[in-house]
């Protein structure tokens, strides 16, 4: 398999935000994203963007439906789908400190940090949920200890 391209991980992902921008400053404030791109187009929207963290590449748009929908698929945040499709997972240095930064910048943690340890042939790792503003879910995890070889 060939590498992927320098700066993009193998796989990233895409989310939609009804109002991406303020949203993209939040998830650099409250969740530890780097900004590395971010197009705008008509006032107030964002036809894409790239928030970093380590290796990983977050594409953030402001949503798009109806006859703006690109291929015929609507792109909408949570919000304007009325549910959450996916969960993201992003794994951190301290999850216990980058919870109290997410709730201090108005996450909602729905599931407190806690270790979920499954056996000594398995991983361990300490992880929190949230949810941000606009309803995407997310899991932040710690990994306490990886598997024997």
């Known amino acids: 398999m060939k590498p992927s391209p320098a700066g993009w991980p193998r796989l ?4 939609y935000y009804r109002d991406a921008g ?9 969740y530890g994203f780097e900004l590395r791109l971010k197009v705008e187009g008509a006032p ?22 109806g006859p703006d929908a690109r291929y015929g698929i609507d792109r909408l945040s949570p919000l304007g789908a009325r549910c959450n499709t996916q969960g993201l997972m992003l794994y951190v240095d301290d999850v216990d400190a980058h919870c109290e930064a997410a709730r ?5 943690i729905v599931d407190e940090p806690s270790v979920h340890d499954y056996g000594e042939d398995y991983w361990a790792d300490r992880s929190y949920g949230a949810v941000d503003p606009e309803g995407h879910l997310w899991w932040f995890t ?3 200890r990886d598997p024997h070889p």
């Open 12 to 15: 990233s992902a895409s989310l």
């Open 44 to 65: 107030g929207r964002i036809e894409h963007s790239e928030l970093t963290y380590g290796e990983a590449v977050l594409m953030v748009a402001s949503e798009k439906a």
């Open 104 to 108: 201090a910048a108005g996450a909602r």
């Open 22 to 30: 303020p949203m993209i400053d939040w998830l650099c404030r409250a």
């Open 142 to 144: 710690q990994r306490l």
